[in-house]
C-alpha cells in the first residue's frame, strides 16, 4: 500500500483556498449583496449631511444680506423723507423782499402767463410785483374769462364730485370755501374746494333735499320735499368749517323748493303757494306771504334799507314783496314759463326760465331790460363770475357766459357726456362748480 505523503505547499494552498470559500459564503438568510449596504448607507448620509450643511451656510449668508439691506433701506428713506420736506419748504417759501425770479420780463407778459394759473392764491406769495399783479381787478377778470376760450382743453375738462347716490339739485358756496351740494338721495355733502374731497355728510332730512343757502354769518339752511327747512350752523371744534345740526322749521303742506337768508330773517318757497318768514333767533314763524295759486320756485334777497324778496313762480310771474310791511309792491312779467333761478346783482335781477331765456330787470322797472337768448333747453341755473360774467345753465347741460351789461355770449362750454345741470354756483377764487346727474368742478 502506498503512502499518501501530505507535503507542506500543497497544506497551505488547502488552507487559503478554504479561507477564502468562507469569507464568499454568505451567512443564514443572508443575500449575497446585504453585506455591502450598510458601507453605502452611510456614504450616502454623510453626502446628504454635507449638503445641509452648506444650504444652512448660505442661508446665514442671506439673512446676513437681508439685514443690512434692511438697515440701508432705512437710511435711505429717512434721507428721502428729510429731503422731500426741504424741497417742501423751498417750494412753499416766498422770494424775500423786493427779489423777483420774472424781474427781466414785462408786466404784459406776466399778465399772459398769470391767466394760465388756477391757484392765483400761491402766485401771490411770490414776491411783490406778482401780489399786485394778482390783485389787480383787470387782470383778475381776464384770468377768469381766459379760462373759457376755445382751445383750453386742460382746463375745460371738469374734476367730477363722486358720492352721491341720485341726482344733485342744489349747491352753494360757504365763507370757508367749502362747496355744499345737495340730493335726491336725501343728504347734504361738504367737499373740500382745493381737491374735491368730500369732507361731511349731513342726513337729518327725509326726502329730496331741493335748496340750500349759506347766511352771511355762516349758517346754512336746507329745504326738502319733507315739507321742512333745517338749520345747520359751525361746530365749535378744531376741524374749521364743520356742520352740527341745529333745528327744523316747520309749517309748510308741500315740497319746499327755494331758501333765501337774510341777516335777521330766513325765507322759504314752496310748492304749496307760499312764502313764509322765519326769525332766525328763535325760529318762530313771522309771516305767511301768499299772492295768488302758483307754487315759488326760486327766491332772492336784497337786503338793506328799503329791501325786497323777489320770488319766481311756476306761472312765469316774479312778486316783489317789500321786507317792511310784507305786501306786494309789484309783479313782473315777462317770462312765458316757469322761473327756475332768480340772481341779484346790485339793483339788476336775473332771470332763468323753463322757456330757454335769460331775462335782465332794472329793481326800478316792471319791464326786462334785456333778453338773452341762446339756450336749447330749460335755463335751471344762473351765478355770476369774479369780473361780471353771467354763467347761465341749461337741462341739457349748456353753459353760456355772458357779458351782463349787453346781450353778447362771449363763451359756451359743454361738459364731457351726457350731462344734466340743475344747479351752479362759482367759489371767492374763481372755480366754478356745476350739479346734476353728477357734480362737476372747473
Known amino acids: 500500500r502506498r503512502e499518501f505523503v501530505v507535503r507542506p505547499s500543497m497544506l497551505s494552498l488547502f488552507l487559503r483556498a478554504s479561507i477564502d470559500c468562507d469569507r464568499n459564503m454568505p451567512l443564514h438568510g443572508e443575500k449575497p449583496d446585504d453585506r455591502a449596504a450598510p458601507a453605502a448607507a452611510y456614504t450616502r448620509v454623510r453626502e446628504i449631511k454635507a449638503r445641509l450643511a452648506q444650504l444652512h451656510t448660505r442661508n446665514a449668508e442671506i439673512a446676513a444680506m437681508i439685514r443690512n439691506a434692511e438697515v440701508e433701506q432705512a437710511e435711505v428713506a429717512a434721507t428721502i423723507e428729510q429731503t422731500e420736506a426741504e424741497l417742501s419748504a423751498a417750494v412753499a417759501a416766498p422770494v424775500a423782499g423786493e427779489e423777483d425770479p420774472t424781474a427781466w420780463l414785462p408786466d404784459e407778459l406776466m399778465i399772459l402767463i398769470l391767466i394760465h394759473v388756477m391757484d392765483i392764491a400761491s402766485c401771490s406769495m ?7 399783479l394778482c390783485q389787480d381787478k383787470a387782470v383778475l377778470d381776464g384770468m377768469w374769462l381766459a379760462r373759457w376760450q376755445p382751445g383750453r382743453e386742460a382746463v375745460l375738462t371738469p374734476m367730477p364730485l363722486s358720492g352721491h347716490a341720485d341726482k344733485v339739485t342744489a349747491v352753494t358756496v360757504d365763507r370757508h370755501g367749502q362747496i355744499i ?15 374735491g374731497r368730500l369732507r361731511q355728510r349731513l342726513t337729518r332730512h327725509r326726502d329730496w333735499v331741493q335748496a340750500l343757502v349759506v347766511a352771511e354769518d355762516g349758517v346754512l339752511y336746507s329745504g326738502s320735499d319733507d315739507c321742512t ?28 323748493h327755494a331758501v333765501a337768508a337774510g341777516e335777521t330773517h330766513v325765507f322759504s318757497g314752496s310748492e304749496d303757494n307760499t312764502v313764509r318768514v322765519w326769525t332766525r333767533d328763535t325760529g318762530e314763524q313771522l309771516r305767511v306771504l301768499r299772492h295768488y295759486r302758483s307754487p315759488i320756485w326760486s327766491l332772492a334777497l336784497q337786503q338793506g334799507r328799503g329791501g325786497c324778496l323777489y320770488s319766481g313762480h311756476l306761472d312765469g310771474t316774479i312778486c316783489v314783496w317789500s ?26 335781477l336775473f332771470s332763468g326760465s323753463t322757456d330757454q331765456t335769460v331775462r335782465v330787470w332794472e329793481v326800478t322797472s316792471t319791464r326786462p331790460s334785456r333778453t338773452l337768448k341762446g339756450h336749447t333747453a330749460e335755463v335751471t341755473a344762473l351765478a355770476m363770475a369774479p369780473d361780471g360774467t353771467l354763467c347761465s345753465a341749461a337741462e341739457n347741460g349748456t353753459l353760456l357766459m355772458w357779458q351782463a351789461n349787453s346781450q353778447l355770449e362771449v363763451a359756451c362750454v359743454q361738459p364731457p357726456g351726457p350731462t344734466e345741470i340743475s344747479a351752479l354756483t362759482i367759489t371767492p377764487r374763481g372755480r366754478l362748480c356745476a350739479t346734476g346727474t353728477q357734480v362737476l368742478l372747473w
Not at 411770490?126 to 399786485?132: Q, T
Not at 335726491?184 to 361738504?190: A, N, S
Not at 321786507?323 to 339788476?348: F, P, Y
Open 126 to 132: 411770490v414776491c411783490k410785483r406778482w401780489r399786485a
Open 181 to 195: 351740494t345737495a340730493s335726491y338721495d336725501k343728504d347734504i355733502r361738504v367737499w373740500a374746494e382745493s381737491d
Open 229 to 256: 327747512l333745517r338749520e345747520w350752523t359751525i361746530a365749535h371744534s378744531e376741524k374749521a368749517g364743520e356742520y352740527s345740526y341745529s333745528r327744523t322749521f316747520e309749517g309748510h303742506e308741500m315740497e319746499v
Open 323 to 348: 321786507t317792511v310791511g310784507w305786501t306786494v309792491q309789484n309783479t313782473l312779467h315777462g317770462h312765458t314759463d316757469c322761473v327756475n333761478s332768480l340772481l341779484l346783482r346790485g339793483h339788476t
